[in-house]
C-alpha cells in the first residue's frame, strides 16, 4: 500500500534532494535547531517527537507556521484545496448556505485560515448569491500568518474587511458554522513504534552534538487504538511498524464543542478511518515534510523551512466528538463532498466564458482543479470531510444523523466506515 502525499505537491523526492535556501531562511532555521538542542541538554534526556514538531511547526517567530517565509500556493510549499482556484469554496458556499439563511446560523468562524484564500473567495461566492454571513471571524494562531490574510483582503476584497474579525482565542460562546480546512493534520502528534519491548515512543536526541531519532518510553496503552494492542492483532505490526497518535485532538475538540452553543462544524482533512490508518500494511505511517514542493521523510532538516503533517484518524475524531457532546452528522469523501455541492456544474459556468473567448489556457487550469481536487490519486479519496454538530445526548459513536443541513453528505454516505 502506498503513502500518500498530504496536501499536494508536484513532485516526491528521495531525502537527498538540494534546496536553494535564503540567507534569511538559513538563519531561521540554524536558530531553531539550536534551540531544539538547547531543550534538549536542559532536559537531560531526549525529548518527545510531539515536542520537537510544536517548535518545529509553532516556536514563536522561528516554527514553520511562525516564521515570515512563504509558505502556500506554486512559490510556496504545498498546495491545499483552497488555493487551486475557486472552485472549492464555491462549493463550500454551496454546502453552508441554507444553514445561513434559514436557520438563524449566520456567522462562519474559519480555523487556521492559512493565507486567507478560501476566506475571501467564500464570501465572495455568497455575496454573490446575497447570502453574506453576519460575521466571518478568524481564529489563526500565526501573526504572520494573520498579516498575510488582512493583506489578501486589502488586495482584493476590501469591502470585506468590516464582516471579518480575527479572533486570538475561540469566543465564549458562538452560534453558526465552524470550518477548518487541513487544520488538525497540523496539530503536532506523537510518532509511536512497534519493538520487542511493545510500542514506544520516539523522540529527538543529541549525538555528537547533532540532532537524532532515538526510541523512548513504553506507550501507555490506555492512549491506543485498540486495534493496536488487541492480542489478536498485535502480531499483524511487524517490528520497525511506525505509525501516529494524536493526543492534543481531544483537547482541541473539546474547546470546540465548548465554544459552539448551537451549529456546525466542518472539518477538512487527510485521512482514514481508524481501520485503514491503522492498516498492517501502512508501516511507515503518515507523517511526511514539505518543501518547495517536494515530498519526503526527514523530518529532521530544514526545522523550520518545511511543513511537517500527518493525516487524521478520523474514527477517533468521531469517538472525541461524540464524549463531548457532538453528533456526527456526516463523513464523506473530498469528491463526494464537492460533486454533491455542484462542482461539475459550477466548472461548467466558468467554462462557458472561457469558451467563448477561446481561452484554452483558462480551460486547461479549470480541468486540472478539477482533476486535482477530486481524482482519487489526487486529493479526491485522500481527503475526507466531516460533519459534527451541537446537539444534547449524543454521547454514543452509534448515535448518528446523516439527516445534517450542511450539503455534500448524503450522495457518498462513509459514515459506516468510521
Ligand atoms: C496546513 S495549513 C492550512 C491553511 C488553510 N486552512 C488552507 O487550507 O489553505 C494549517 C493552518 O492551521 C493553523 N493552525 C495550526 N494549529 C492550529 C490551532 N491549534 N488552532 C487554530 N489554527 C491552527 C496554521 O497556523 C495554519 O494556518
Redesign the pocket.
Known amino acids: 500500500m502506498s503513502v500518500s502525499s498530504h496536501?499536494q505537491s508536484n513532485e516526491s523526492i528521495s531525502s537527498s534532494k538540494q534546496f536553494k535556501i535564503s540567507v534569511e531562511a538559513s538563519d531561521i532555521s540554524s536558530e531553531l535547531t539550536q534551540r531544539v538542542k538547547t531543550k534538549i541538554k536542559e532536559n537531560g534526556s531526549p525529548i518527545a517527537f510531539e515536542a520537537f514538531m510544536q517548535m518545529a511547526l509553532y516556536e514563536p517567530q522561528l516554527g514553520y507556521?511562525q516564521n515570515n517565509l512563504h509558505k502556500?500556493g506554486e512559490k510556496g510549499d504545498f498546495i491545499?484545496?483552497?488555493?487551486m482556484g475557486s472552485l472549492f469554496a464555491e462549493c463550500i458556499a454551496n454546502s453552508v448556505i441554507d444553514t445561513l439563511n434559514n436557520d438563524g446560523l449566520n456567522s462562519i468562524l474559519e480555523?487556521?485560515?492559512?493565507?486567507g484564500?478560501?476566506a475571501v473567495d467564500l464570501l465572495k461566492s455568497l455575496k454573490h448569491q446575497n447570502s453574506l454571513p453576519a460575521q466571518y471571524f478568524i481564529?489563526?494562531?500565526?501573526a504572520t500568518?494573520q498579516s498575510q490574510q488582512k493583506q489578501l483582503f486589502e488586495q482584493e476584497a476590501v469591502y470585506f474587511l468590516n464582516k471579518v474579525v480575527w479572533l486570538a482565542e475561540l469566543p465564549n460562546e458562538f452560534e453558526g458554522i465552524i470550518i477548518?480546512?487541513?487544520?488538525i493534520?497540523?496539530?503536532p502528534c506523537q510518532l509511536i513504534e512497534q519493538t520487542e519491548k511493545g510500542w514506544l515512543y520516539q523522540g529527538i536526541d543529541l549525538k555528537n552534538g547533532e540532532l537524532c531519532r532515538c526510541l523512548m518510553e513504553k506507550v501507555d496503552c490506555s492512549s491506543l487504538p485498540t486495534c493496536l494492542i488487541d492480542e489478536y492483532n498485535a502480531e499483524s505490526y511487524i517490528l520497525g511498524y511506525q505509525t501516529e497518535i494524536r493526543r492534543q485532538s481531544s483537547g482541541?475538540l473539546l474547546s470546540l464543542s465548548e465554544c459552539l452553543t448551537k451549529g456546525h462544524i466542518l472539518l477538512i482533512d487527510y485521512g482514514y478511518p481508524e481501520s485503514e490508518f491503522y492498516h498492517p500494511q501502512r508501516s511507515q505511517g503518515s507523517l511526511t515534510c514539505f518543501i518547495n514542493h517536494h515530498r519526503h521523510f526527514d523530518y529532521l532538516k530544514a526545522i523550520g523551512l518545511q511543513?511537517i503533517?500527518a493525516h487524521v484518524d478520523f474514527t477517533n475524531i468521531a469517538r472525541l466528538s461524540s464524549e463531548h457532546g457532538l453528533s456526527v452528522d456526516g463523513f464523506t469523501t473530498q469528491a463526494g463532498f464537492l460533486l454533491e455541492n455542484g462542482i461539475i456544474e459550477k466548472a461548467e459556468a466558468l467554462l462557458n466564458p472561457i469558451e467563448n473567448m477561446g481561452l484554452d489556457i483558462d480551460r486547461y487550469k479549470i480541468s486540472q482543479q478539477i482533476q486535482k481536487l477530486m481524482m482519487p490519486g489526487q486529493m479526491g479519496e485522500v481527503l475526507k470531510v466531516m460533519c459534527l454538530s451541537t446537539q444534547l445526548n449524543a454521547r454514543d459513536l452509534t448515535v448518528k444523523n446523516t439527516e445534517t443541513s450542511l450539503k455534500g453528505f448524503s450522495m457518498q454516505d462513509h459514515l459506516h466506515r468510521l
Request: glycine share 6%; charged share 20%.
Open positions: 496536501h507556521y502556500f491545499t484545496a483552497p488555493e480555523i487556521g485560515a492559512g493565507s484564500r478560501l481564529l489563526e494562531p500565526s500568518l477548518a480546512n487541513e487544520v493534520d497540523a496539530i482541541w511543513d503533517t
